[in-house]
């Protein structure tokens, strides 16, 4: 994610991150055919993965120093594993610039777009109790949206509603960055959307757009009766069996946890951004998380195992987005056959993906959200490690020019 406005430079991430993504107003693919993802492979390959030996985990340690080095990040935790191979998990740097706390596993993180695996499930739960269809219309549920009456849930998940992204509007970077503390609604945002007309009739290309996570989280609200994070919290994370991962109502951020920085301030400078209030990101990103839940939720997430098998499946069908070896679904995504989601909001970045043919997870959890050359350091690092272990799996998201905005 580009946090606000930082997309044109790194359209690529505009597949999986968070707050605006990096690909801010850029449109990629125009056709509107959906490709069926790989579902998970009930017996993974055994030659998809190699063994986790301590040599393979020094060269992991080379690559990711090296990115870490390059890229100017403070810290960093990653995770590899597949069963029957090992595991590597390793730690990077520093949690606190000020005290030189070192990064560790056990450290809460703020996750950015993976909440909008989180909400979408949620959204998926309740189209397998039969309370909402897909197909619906967000004007159904919610009032005053353009085109509402034409654009279904299914469009908005699958981020090809035609609505302007509102972490891209400058009266909201200027609102955020002149008072990172204060707190947001979803209406709020949704009028700094609403504001610009319409980029595209529904459906007709992919936009990464934030905007359309806030409707179906006020859809996921309508349909419960509940707010947004206590049903996530309890529908599921608990239900997912994660201890560690909470949807915040404001700025609170459980201990221990790492420092955040950001240059997407006011004054472009590097600052602190631990206590900014999430609010902002709300459906979108503003959840948080540690290792050990990340790499449950990884093959939760992509195994689909608090959904209907029908369902996951209609998930898992992608549509082209422009970058090559990537499609993303309904709020997932498939580069290169690794299944998940990738986010970053002010002063954090994170990667949460697995690949079904190995039974293979990544996690990467990071304390900047700061671009190097235009990409999104979490994909830096998982094409480095990728490179290594699954070299005909390579994660990348190049850094491309913006096609729009």
């Known amino acids: 994610m580009r946090t606000h406005r930082r997309g044109a430079a790194v359209a690529a991430a505009a597949l999986l991150l968070l707050v605006s993504p990096p690909v801010a107003g850029a449109a990629y693919g125009s056709g509107s055919t959906a490709v069926a993802a790989p579902v998970p492979a009930p017996t993974p390959d055994a030659d998809a993965f190699p063994e986790l030996t301590p040599a393979l985990a020094r060269q992991l340690d080379a690559a990711v120093q090296k990115v870490m080095a390059e890229a100017e990040v403070p810290g960093v935790t990653v995770a590899l594993s597949a069963p029957g191979k090992g595991q590597y998990v390793r730690s990077f740097g520093v949690a606190d610039k000020a005290t030189g706390a070192a990064m560790s596993p056990g450290l809460y993180m703020r996750i950015g777009s993976v909440t909008k695996t989180f909400t979408v499930t949620a959204l998926l739960q309740l189209v397998d109790e039969g309370r909402v269809r897909l197909d619906d219309t967000i004007g159904k549920y919610v009032d005053g949206v353009p085109n509402g009456d034409r654009i279904t849930l299914r469009q908005l998940a699958a981020m090809r509603s035609g609505l302007f992204n509102y972490s891209e509007d400058e009266n909201f970077f200027k609102a955020l960055t002149s008072d990172p503390q204060r707190p947001f609604t979803p209406r709020q945002l949704l009028d700094y959307s609403f504001a610009h007309p319409v980029l595209f009739e529904p459906g007709a290309k992919f936009l990464y757009c934030n905007t359309n996570l806030i409707l179906l989280g006020l859809v996921v609200e309508k349909i419960s009766g509940r707010p947004l994070d206590a049903y996530v919290d309890e529908k599921v994370a608990a239900e997912a069996g994660l201890k560690h991962t909470l949807f915040p109502k404001g700025a609170e951020f459980p201990s221990p946890h790492a420092q955040g920085y950001t240059n997407q301030t006011a004054t472009g400078r590097t600052e602190v951004s631990t206590n900014w209030n999430p609010s902002w990101a709300w459906a979108a990103g503003a959840m948080i998380s540690d290792l050990p839940d ?55 970045g994170a990667l949460t993906v697995y690949l079904p043919e190995a039974d293979a ?26 490179s290594i272990v699954t070299p005909d799996h390579v994660f990348d998201l190049p850094a491309q020019p913006a096609s729009g905005q």
């Open 294 to 348: 990340m790499r449950s939720w990884a093959k939760t997430l992509a195994t689909g195992s608090l959904l209907e098998p029908a369902t996951q499946a209609e998930r898992l069908k992608t549509y082209p987005s422009g970058i090559p070896g990537a499609g993303y679904g309904l709020g997932i995504f498939n580069v290169q056959g690794w299944i998940g989601h990738n986010g970053s909001l002010p002063g954090y």
């Open 361 to 386: 997870t990544m996690v990467v959890l990071l304390n900047t959200d700061i671009t190097s050359q235009g990409n999104e350091p979490s994909t830096l690092f998982g094409k480095a490690m990728t």
